[in-house]
């Protein structure tokens, strides 16, 4: 396995302007063998109070459950602009993400990350595979995410589609509004300006009739709602279903388990689901 060791976090304007020109180059059935790591970031404070109004977060230093994801984020996309990477990072979609914090962290530590690629296998809607991230202070274990990505294609043979009944949604509802420059605001903090999150205009061009918003900035807004309510430790997981269109309202959905949380949230208006999850001690 090649380790790049990276002495700063890359910068996110010239790796999609690679992908752009780099994406029909990508070809195979392997992952990298690569693993990106950064070591020893301090956090930009403005930066964590930025990431917190963005969504629903109070002030505070202790970092929000899904912070560090995004501060992760610039090694994934990285390591799929790689020559190597099998699949073209547009067009890439992310269906499926599971983070595990081991513990609270706080804005004076010191954080190192690293990022590679996993299980690359068969998927209904074409093929899947894992980013996973790995975020430690002084050798510790602190953090570890899971991104599921999707390439959609034709399914292998014997994949089938399983096709589920949509129930009343569970647990108690807040309503959240979500204006129409959310996917903007979120852009500018996480960096990730895929253009499908920016305009209608330019969310167009890839099939959708408005601009939708970023599937974890869905995950963490519905975090902030049970804010004070969780375990020191804990993961959750949670799928990514349809899309929340740009402006709408959701309905957070939360009912309390014996291990934790389950999560359900749909559009206030049509019940259409946009994530399904759990949060487990």
Excluded at 2 to 17: D, G, H, K
Excluded at 97 to 115: C, K, L
Excluded at 168 to 188: F, K, L, N, S, T
Excluded at 224 to 232: H, K, V
Aim: net charge positive; hydrophobic share 40%.
């Amino acid at each position: 396995m090649t380790v790049p060791e990276l002495t700063s976090a890359p910068s996110l304007l010239p790796l999609y302007a690679k992908a752009a020109v780099t994406g029909p180059l990508h070809r195979g059935s392997s992952l990298p063998e690569s693993s990106y790591t950064l070591a020893d970031q301090p956090i930009d404070r403005d930066h964590l109070r930025a990431y917190q109004d963005v969504c629903g977060f109070r002030v505070s230093d202790v970092l929000p459950p899904t912070y560090l994801h995004v501060l992760a984020f610039p090694l994934s996309v990285a390591l799929m602009t790689e020559g190597t990477f099998p699949f073209p990072l547009v067009g890439l979609v992310h269906v499926n993400n599971a983070i595990t914090v081991h513990r609270p962290v706080t804005a004076d530590e010191m954080f190192s990350y690293s990022v590679r690629a996993a299980n690359l296998r068969p998927h209904p809607a074409g093929r899947a595979l894992d980013l996973l991230a790995d975020v430690t202070v002084d050798g510790e274990s602190v953090w570890t995410g899971r991104s599921t990505y999707l390439r959609r294609g034709k399914p292998a043979a014997g994949e089938k589609r399983e096709r589920t009944e949509l129930g009343p949604q569970v647990g108690a509802v807040a309503q959240v509004r979500v204006p129409g420059d959310e996917g903007r605001r979120y852009a500018a903090v996480s960096g990730d300006r895929n253009p499908i999150h920016l305009h209608s205009l330019s969310a167009r061009a890839f099939g959708f009739s408005s601009a939708i918003a970023h599937g974890m900035w869905l995950k963490a807004r519905t975090l902030a709602s049970l804010e004070g309510r969780l375990p020191d430790a804990f993961t959750a997981d949670v799928a990514f279903k349809l899309p929340v269109p740009l402006p709408s309202t959701v309905a957070i959905g939360a009912v309390a388990t014996h291990g934790g949380w389950d999560l359900d949230v749909r559009a206030a208006r049509s019940g259409k689901p946009h994530l399904a999850g759990t949060i487990r001690a």
